[in-house]
């Protein structure tokens, strides 16, 4: 079992920037996919990010590529999503998430085993 502890998030402007740490326990990091997903006020939560176990390949959301990267260190047990140039529509709580069963990309909630508490992103227009 891994625990997921999410940070990084707070209020900013629309156009400015935040960076996203989930901090993963254990020793087995690299076994799991991680993922980000989103949930704003009364709506469903979405995907938004993931990486692969090696961290080679990554696939996005089409709401968010070009703007946000997710990138994971391994040294550090953490996967980090950077998001630049935001919008007032990414307002949302965010979460990370892993996948200890999944093959390789990871799109659906359903496909990760383990999820973080949340932290709330806010985006002023």
């Known amino acids: 079992q891994v625990q997921l502890v999410e940070s990084g998030g707070g209020l900013v402007q629309a156009g400015g920037s935040l960076r996203l740490s989930c901090a993963a326990s254990?020793?087995?990091?690299?076994?799991?996919?991680m993922g980000w997903f989103r949930q704003a006020p009364g709506k469903e939560r979405e995907f938004v990010a993931t990486?692969?176990?090696?961290?080679?390949?990554?696939t996005y959301s089409d709401s968010v590529k070009g703007r946000f990267t997710i990138s994971r260190g391994y040294a550090e047990n953490t996967v980090y999503l950077q998001m630049n140039s935001l919008k007032p529509e990414d307002t949302a709580v965010y979460y990370c998430?892993?996948?200890?069963?999944?093959?390789?990309?990871?799109?659906?909630?359903?496909?990760?085993?383990?999820w973080g508490q949340g932290t709330q992103v806010t985006v002023s227009s």
């Open positions: 998430a892993a996948g200890l069963r999944v093959v390789d990309t990871a799109t659906r909630e359903g496909q990760y085993d383990f």
């Open positions: 990486v692969t176990r090696s961290g080679g390949s990554t």
């Open positions: 254990g020793r087995i990091f690299g076994r799991y996919v």
